[in-house]
Structures are given as C-alpha cells and as structure tokens.
C-alpha cells in the first residue's frame, strides 16, 4: 500500500490518498484542540493511543454487525481505511448530561438520562459546528431524510454496544460524537471513536479520563488517555 499525496488536514488527524482510489490512510497527530480550535497543545503520544483505541472499536463495532471505514490499522499512527464521502453531521448521543448539554439546558452534570439523548450538529468549523435539527440538515443539502434516519438509528445501536462494552471496562461512556460517510451506496461509520470524542468517566470515582482534562486544565491528560488504553485493549 503506497502512500500518496495528503487530502486533507484536520486538527487531529491527516487524511492521505493511496494507490488505490478506494482506500485512504488516516495518521493520528498529537496535536490537541479544544472550543473549536480556541485553545490548541499537545498530548504526548495521543495520536498513537487513538489510532490504537479508534482500531479496537472499529473491530469490536463490526463484530456486531456496524459497517465501519476501517480496514486494517498500519503502523502506530496510521489506520487504513475505506474513502468515504464524509456527511457533514456530527452525531452526538448522550447517556449522562455534560459538556454543551448541562450549558444548553441546565441539566445538573452528572444527571443520568434515562433515554439516551441524541443530537445532531453541523460539521463546519466556521459556524463553530451549530446544533441542528434534521429539516436544518436536509434544507442545508448535508443529507437526505433517509441518510439522517439510519444515522440515528446507527447512533443509537452503537451507544448500546459502546455502553455495555465500557461498563465491562469499569468505564461510564458520558457521551460521544461519531461521523459517517457514504461508500458504494451504503453509509459506514467514519473518523475515530476515542477519548477525544468521548467523555468517559471511572465507573467507581466518576474521575473523568478524557479530553475534558485538556479542555478545562484538570492535568494528567496523558494518564488518563493511556488508562483507557489500557482498559480497552485489556492491558495491565
Ligand atoms: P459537547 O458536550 O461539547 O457537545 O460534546 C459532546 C461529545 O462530543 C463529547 O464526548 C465530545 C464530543 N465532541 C467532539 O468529538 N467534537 C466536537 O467538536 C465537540 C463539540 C464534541
């Protein structure tokens, strides 16, 4: 598999064509970016454990019967996957309130919701990523009725996957953020599934092991994303 010229270049991850056009080469950086770019830095080795973690899920994800991107991890930092037509929807599902949920409503952080919220945003930096609803997203031309229908649906199926499978790992998954594409008429599960776009919190401690230790200056960020490491791959 050649490595070809350089796609796309996002705040955490660069996307490389290959020498087949159906397949892309996504490489995990360090680089770490919170509010929309607002306060940037580093994770020592972040890219390393997310590309490990995002690998894991994937895998774990298509034992369940989820189509995902992924193909094969390469190397360290690099995960070989299908090329998709990324559809510009973050969906976002939610199994306690935090983060932008506990702002937009008052919710108390920590409360637990007893039917998962799921949540549709835009995916456009300039616009600071808006909330929106499904007529917002087919007026705006990002998907259709039908595509914003199997990506809840989708969303909602991998929640119960994900929660069963953290729970196992003494870890609550809070929240988290997934992105799809289309490929050959069917819609895969894209991008990564890692603590950059999850919360995750200790099932005993409720210690948070995520990027909110970044975002909001709570230290041991390395910690905390090599603990979930540990906890996902089964090491010790
Ligand atoms: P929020 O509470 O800030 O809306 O975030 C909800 C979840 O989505 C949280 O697990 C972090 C993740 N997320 C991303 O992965 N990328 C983003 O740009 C945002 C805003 C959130």
């Not at 070989?80 to 409503?105: M, T």
């Not at 729970?167 to 992105?179: G, P, Q, T, Y």
């Amino acid at each position: 598999m050649k490595k070809g010229t350089q796609l796309y270049e996002g705040k955490a991850k660069k996307v490389f064509l290959t020498d087949d056009n159906d397949l892309v080469i996504q490489e995990f950086k360090d680089d770490a970016t919170a509010f929309n770019n607002k306060k940037k830095g580093t994770i020592a080795d972040k890219g390393v454990v997310n590309n490990a973690i995002s690998c894991k899920l994937f895998t774990m994800l298509e034992e369940h019967g989820i189509r995902t991107h992924l193909v094969e991890k390469l190397s360290d930092r690099e995960m070989l996957c299908r090329h998709l037509d990324i559809i510009k929807v973050e969906v976002v599902a939610r199994n306690i309130a935090a983060g932008s949920l506990v702002k937009r409503y008052g919710f108390a952080e920590g409360t637990v919701l007893e039917n998962p919220i799921i949540e549709l945003y835009l995916k456009d930096d300039d616009l600071d990523d808006p909330l929106m609803n499904e007529s917002h997203a087919v007026a705006l031309g990002v998907a259709t009725f039908e595509e914003l229908f199997v990506l809840k649906n989708c969303a909602a199926e991998i929640n119960v996957v994900l929660k069963q499978f953290f729970a196992e790992r003494k870890l609550k998954l809070v929240d988290f953020k997934l992105e799809f594409g289309r490929h050959k008429g069917e819609i895969l599960l894209g991008d990564e599934i890692s603590p950059d776009t999850c919360r995750f919190w200790d099932l005993e401690t409720n210690e948070k092991l995520d990027k909110d230790r970044f975002r909001f200056d709570l230290g041991g960020v390395e910690n905390a994303y090599s603990e979930v490491q540990k906890r996902v791959l089964g090491l010790d």
